[in-house]
C-alpha cells in the first residue's frame, strides 16, 4: 500500500469537513460522558471500541437509567447498519490485504459516503487514500471525545441539550440521502418501523423491535433497492 504526500493531501481535502464534524460532534460526547462520571480516556476507549455516534450518545445516556446490558443491546442494533455498509464494500476492498479488516471495521456512515465510489481522485494510491480517509475520520472522532472530556473536567457549565447533536445531524443526513437516493423504501420504512415500535412498545424498549424489523426487511427487499437504484441510475 502507497502513501505519499499526494494521498495524505487527497485525503484531507475528503475528509476535512467530516474531521471538522466530528471534533465538534465527539467533544459534545465527551462532554456528556464526563457528566456520567467516565472521564478523557473512557471516552477514548469508547471511540476505538465501539466508533458510532448514535450508538455511543444513546449508550451513555442508558448507563444511569438502565442495566448495563440494555444500553450494549441497544448501542449494537443501532450499529447493525454498519454491517451492510461493510457487505457493499467487500468487492472494493478485496484488494486491500490485511489492511481491509480495519476499513470493515470503522467504516461508519460519513466515511461509507465517501468512499462508495469504485475510484478514488485521479492520480493517488486508491488503497492508501481509503486507508488514511478512514483513519483521519475515526482519529477526529476520538481527538474531539477527549478535547471535550477534558475540557469538561477543568470546566464547569449546563451541558443541557448536548444530546440532541446526534439528532439534529442525522435529521440533516436523512434530509439529504432523501434528496440524492432514487428508492425511498429505506427511508420510509426507518420512519415507519420506528414510529410504530415507539406507539407499541414505549420509549424504554422500542429502538431494538424497531431495529429489528428495519434489518429484516431491508434484508428481504436488498435486490428490489438495489434494482431500482441501478435502474434510476442506468436512465
Same mark, same amino acid.
Given at each position: 500500500m502507497r502513501i505519499t504526500k499526494r494521498e495524505i493531501s487527497a485525503a484531507l481535502r475528503t475528509s476535512l469537513p467530516i474531521m471538522v464534524t466530528f471534533i465538534v460532534l465527539g467533544a459534545g460526547f465527551g462532554i456528556l460522558m464526563q457528566e456520567h462520571g467516565y472521564g478523557p480516556l473512557w471516552s477514548i476507549f469508547s471511540g476505538v471500541v465501539i466508533f458510532s455516534g448514535t450508538g455511543q450518545f444513546v449508550s451513555v445516556s442508558m448507563l444511569d437509567s438502565g442495566p448495563l446490558l440494555m444500553a450494549a443491546i441497544t448501542a449494537l442494533m443501532i450499529s447493525a447498519r454498519h454491517v451492510f455498509f461493510s457487505i457493499s464494500m467487500i468487492g472494493r476492498y478485496k484488494q486491500e490485504g490485511k489492511w481491509k479488516w480495519y476499513l470493515y471495521y470503522a467504516l461508519c456512515d460519513e466515511t461509507y459516503a465517501m468512499l462508495s465510489k469504485d475510484e478514488g481522485p485521479v492520480g493517488v494510491n486508491t488503497s492508501g487514500y481509503r486507508l488514511l480517509v478512514t483513519l483521519f475520520d475515526q482519529l477526529s472522532w476520538i481527538l474531539g471525545s477527549f478535547l471535550g472530556g477534558w475540557l469538561s473536567s477543568l470546566l464547569s457549565f449546563n451541558s443541557t441539550g448536548i444530546d440532541f447533536s446526534m439528532t439534529a445531524l442525522f435529521v440533516t443526513v436523512y434530509i439529504q440521502q432523501w434528496i440524492d437516493s432514487q428508492s425511498h423504501i429505506p427511508a420510509i420504512l426507518?420512519?415507519?418501523?420506528? =414510529?410504530?415500535? %415507539? =406507539? &407499541?412498545?414505549? %420509549?424504554?424498549?422500542? =429502538?431494538?423491535?424497531?431495529?429489528? &424489523?428495519?434489518i429484516v426487511v431491508l434484508t428481504l427487499m436488498r435486490d428490489k433497492i438495489e434494482k431500482k437504484g441501478g435502474a434510476a441510475h442506468a436512465a
Open positions: 426507518g420512519l415507519a418501523a420506528t =414510529l410504530a415500535c %415507539r =406507539l &407499541i412498545f414505549g %420509549r424504554e424498549i422500542f =429502538l431494538i423491535p424497531a431495529m429489528i &424489523i428495519i
